[in-house]
């Protein structure tokens, strides 16, 4: 028996319409890696070819504790392990395929996550789907899945990682007990995107602390076998006498960068958000323009006392071109500081509304979350890029979250990210270093441009 058109809600069903733009977008993501775009000037192709290449190389071809000693990329090793059993690698453009085939699947799986913590809502197919699609208009997750690198795994695990936590996260289970194949995923998932990448560190302690406070009755073993799957980590840390491989080690430090970047980054992405809440609020904007006046005096003293702080705040080699955002203020020397500074305490007012409107579970999510962040002086836009769309999806809390849930939402994602595209083609199209492709044994793996050569 069919629905009546009457049960039928707005969104519930994929329109035409939406199918067509999916589709659209699929094709142009699709494009982008057969015409070799590259929206990160070079940077992204020197990642891969000079430090994470020759590791997997190494992995490959060498006992592995004598490449873990200290090889040449700065991130944990799980990526690069996993890659070295890849039958693909050493055939440049299978191998990247297969990159993009693996992002086309995260972005299905985050949309699957999406439905599946709001089940209840049957109008947030259309919307699901859209927000999902909008990635694949980022320039960072764009190049991030042309030319591999270690960005996708950790979000990949995250997302799954959140497809079995939301039972804890959201109390959507009475039970107080929780299986233990589910407790041995959680835990493996959510350690594996740290060792992919030493920021997601956050990730298992996040989900430790939840299932401890959750399944009182399983405390030690949720204790357990988290330790067991930290023993890795305790060897990396003493071996590396620290986060980082060893010639690395210079990224660990805090530094005004350090908290400035990642605040900075959350504004940027909180502004379509902000858009979408100011549309959504208009009909009661009286009522936030007194708010606002009331609180106008007591935020212009904390961004001048934000500013003092940070007086000594400049661009420099490591952050220059971390970002398109970075890269277009830092041509503007001390004025450009000055508004990378705002865009930081701007960040900074986000995160507290955040934290105001979360529950103890949401809080410690975003310390834990900051906290690594801050800890590293290198930073690159595309850290946060799509990181920062999933995490708030995925695991802020429901009713923050819900009013977003709208085709409108993904629309204003969209023409962000195709802002952020057009000016990362715009401002590092310039920058083309040229690399022998990965075709072994042609490829020497010494990390060398071949200047002259084509591509």
Request: net charge positive.
């Amino acid at each position: 028996m069919q629905p009546s058109k009457e049960a039928v809600r707005p969104g519930a069903v994929l329109q035409p319409k939406y199918w067509l733009l999916i589709s659209f977008l699929l094709c142009l993501f699709v494009a982008g890696f057969f015409v070799g775009e590259d929206s990160m000037g070079g940077g992204i192709r020197i990642d891969l070819y000079q430090f994470h290449g020759p590791t997997i190389f190494a992995l490959r071809e060498r006992p592995w504790a004598s490449v873990l000693a200290d090889y040449s990329s700065a991130t944990t090793p799980l990526f690069h392990i996993l890659e070295s059993f890849n039958p693909l690698m050493g055939h440049d453009t299978a191998f990247r395929a297969a990159n993009v085939v693996f992002a086309l699947v995260m972005v299905f799986c985050f949309i699957v996550a999406l439905l599946r913590r709001f089940p209840k809502e049957f109008n947030l197919r259309s919307a699901a789907a859209l927000i999902g699609a909008s990635m694949l208009l980022s320039p960072y997750f764009r190049a991030e899945a042309y030319w591999v690198t270690t960005d996708i795994l950790p979000i990949f695990l995250l997302i799954l990682t959140a497809l079995l936590i939301f039972p804890a996260q959201d109390l959507l289970d009475a039970s107080d007990s929780i299986h233990p194949f589910a407790l041995f995923g959680l835990a493996i998932l959510s350690w594996s995107t740290f060792y992919c990448r030493q920021t997601y560190l956050f990730v298992p302690i996040y989900v430790c602390i939840l299932l401890l406070a959750r399944y009182r009755r399983q405390r030690l073993l949720t204790l357990a076998t988290f330790a067991i799957l930290a023993v890795p980590a305790v060897y990396l840390v003493r071996l590396w006498k620290g986060l980082n491989p060893p010639r690395f080690q210079h990224h660990e430090q805090f530094s005004q960068n350090g908290i400035v970047a990642p605040f900075s980054m959350i504004f940027i992405y909180a502004l379509p958000f902000l858009v979408e809440a100011a549309l959504a609020g208009r009909q009661n904007i009286s009522r936030l323009r007194k708010e606002f006046q009331r609180y106008l005096p007591w935020l212009l003293g904390a961004w001048l006392v934000f500013l003092g702080i940070f007086r000594n705040y400049r661009f420099d080699h490591l952050n220059r071109g971390g970002g398109i955002a970075s890269r277009i203020l830092s041509r503007f020397g001390t004025p450009g500081a000055f508004v990378f500074l705002t865009f930081g305490y701007l960040g900074l007012l986000v995160v507290a509304w955040l934290f105001r409107g979360s529950s103890w579970r949401g809080r410690l999510l975003i310390v834990l979350f900051m906290l690594p962040a801050m800890a590293m002086s290198l930073f690159y836009q595309r850290y946060y890029d799509p990181l920062l769309v999933v995490l708030f999806f995925l695991f802020v809390e429901r009713p923050l979250v819900r009013p977003f849930l709208k085709p409108r939402m993904a629309f204003l994602l969209m023409g962000f990210n195709v802002l952020l595209l057009a000016g990362a083609l715009i401002y590092n199209g310039k920058d083309k270093p040229i690399f022998l492709p990965l075709n072994s044994p042609t490829h020497p793996w010494d990390g060398s441009p071949l200047e002259g050569k084509v591509h």
